[in-house]
């Protein structure tokens, strides 16, 4: 009997506090809400996050702030994005760097995993492999076989030690076994000039940055980086159909809480964002910064997150790549 009137006291708990929550979420928010932008103002995770503000202070009637706190590849805003109150009003955008980042930072002040309650993925940024007009490559096998005869006698750029870019690449030399030099910049911009006047050979930049340059016949594209076709480029194959099986590499952007927010409010949030991610002018806002939508449930969300943490971790111990 007591055992009963146990388990039923305990289900009336369960139950007035899913109540108590739900009741919570209809009334959020009842004030500003606060968005960690971890890079500068500019670059595309500063847009997209951007975009997705305007998009929630639309929908609640309340100003979504956009709060830039840049530094350290995204993990100073992201530090302080985990340290913040768990009362539903502060959010910021996560990316990949930050899946990234507890492979190359022993001494990260934050757990991507443990931290956060992560909301959405919002959109994949798809990099193109690309080689200079002079070097003599139309496609992954014939870059391959180039490298291979070769040795060493080609480099490529990233956008630093450590960054997605360089991952990507060494990621490619891994599953190919080729010998590429490498030749970290601080930045996208100062490695697309160099390319740009023949210094450096290949790379994965950035679709949105890239495009000009291949219609002015100076880069020459030889795949994409994700699983799937970038749509402006649909016969561009993927680096995956160009034989190296199962690759997969983008920039990714999320958004995400402190640890411990009342799931019915990441539930609200996550619902109003992937609504405004079904509309065709978010749909063509993002394509048009070189991005793909891609909405997904809080859960799947947080095993992405864990998926990229752990592919990785596996490229940056075989690379024995540092992080700056």
């Not at 997705?52 to 805003?77: E, F, K, M, Q, Y």
């Not at 309650?117 to 007009?133: E, I, M, R």
């Not at 390319?195 to 679709?207: D, K, P, R």
Request: glycine residues 8%; aromatic residues 6%.
């Amino acid at each position: 009997m007591r055992v009963k009137v146990a388990y039923l006291l305990a289900a009336c708990m369960v139950a007035a506090l899913s109540a108590a929550g739900a009741i919570q979420a209809q009334r959020y928010p009842t004030k500003s809400v606060r968005l960690i932008l971890p890079f500068p103002p500019g670059g595309s995770t500063d847009i997209l996050g951007r975009i997705a503000a305007d998009a929630l202070s639309r929908a609640w009637n309340v100003p979504v702030i956009a709060d830039n706190r840049a530094g350290a590849t995204g993990n100073i805003g992201a530090a302080l994005c985990a340290k913040s109150p768990s009362d539903g009003y502060t959010l910021c955008m996560l990316t990949v760097a930050q899946s990234i980042a507890p492979s190359i930072y022993p001494d990260l002040p934050f757990d991507p995993l443990k931290d956060f309650s992560h909301v959405t993925l919002l959109a994949t940024l798809p990099s193109l492999l690309v080689a200079h007009a002079t070097v003599p490559v139309k496609n992954v096998r014939e870059m391959i076989a180039y490298a291979k005869s070769r040795p060493g006698a080609l480099n490529y750029a990233s956008t630093g030690n450590g960054s997605g870019s360089q991952l990507m690449m060494e990621m490619l030399k891994l599953r190919t076994g080729t010998h590429l030099v490498h030749i970290p910049y601080k930045g996208a911009g100062p490695a697309m000039v160099d390319q740009l006047s023949g210094q450096v050979h290949i790379s994965f930049s950035a679709a949105i940055s890239t495009m000009p340059f291949l219609n002015q016949g100076k880069l020459v594209a030889i795949a994409v980086s994700t699983r799937d076709r970038f749509p402006p480029l649909p016969d561009l194959p993927t680096v995956d159909e160009s034989g190296i099986k199962g690759f997969d590499g983008a920039a990714w952007q999320g958004m995400s809480m402190p640890a411990g927010v009342p799931r019915a409010i990441v539930n609200r949030i996550n619902a109003d964002l992937v609504n405004a991610l079904k509309s065709p002018a978010m749909k063509e806002q993002i394509i048009g910064m070189g991005g793909m939508v891609a909405a997904n449930l809080p859960a799947e969300f947080t095993a992405f997150i864990r998926t990229e943490i752990g592919k990785w971790a596996t490229v940056a111990k075989a690379a024995n790549v540092k992080g700056d």
